[in-house]
């Protein structure tokens, strides 16, 4: 072991981090290894809609370079504000529809658990 005042030796600790997985039910509980393909996996089943965002932005970066060379008069740096003005509107109302979501799918939990509860204590 090392003293206090020196780091301890990493080489004590015998980590595989290519290999590791989630154990446990913390944040989703995912089931997914810690990969690439596993992370955005296991985000878009917890929360489908911050890809979506991404893949709107994207198409819309992809479209604005398309339209790059058919802009008119316009100057490049409007034209590129606009860019990012419509980058951002796609990913934000998307997570604005998550959220949306998500608030509507935790109150219809509630009242359905609100119903259920009150036929147990009517019966």
């Known amino acids: ?21 989630r154990e446990g ?3 989703g509980g995912s089931e997914y290894k810690d990969t690439h393909d596993g992370r955005l996996k296991s985000k878009m089943i917890e929360a489908p809609f911050v890809p979506i965002g991404i893949a709107g932005a994207l198409a819309t970066i992809g479209y604005s370079i398309f ?6 008069t316009m100057s490049t740096s409007v034209f ?3 860019l990012r003005v419509r980058a951002q509107s796609m990913i934000v109302g998307s997570l604005t529809l998550g959220v ?3 608030l509507i799918k935790e109150f219809m939990d509630k009242r359905k658990k609100k119903q259920k509860t009150s036929q147990a204590v009517s019966k």
């Open 100 to 102: 949306a979501a998500t």
């Open 80 to 82: 590129l504000m606009h």
């Open 25 to 27: 039910d913390f944040e």
């Open 67 to 72: 339209a790059f060379r058919r802009r008119g």
């Open 1 to 21: 072991m090392s003293s206090p005042s020196t780091p301890p030796d990493v080489s004590e600790y015998n980590y595989d981090f290519d290999t590791f997985e």
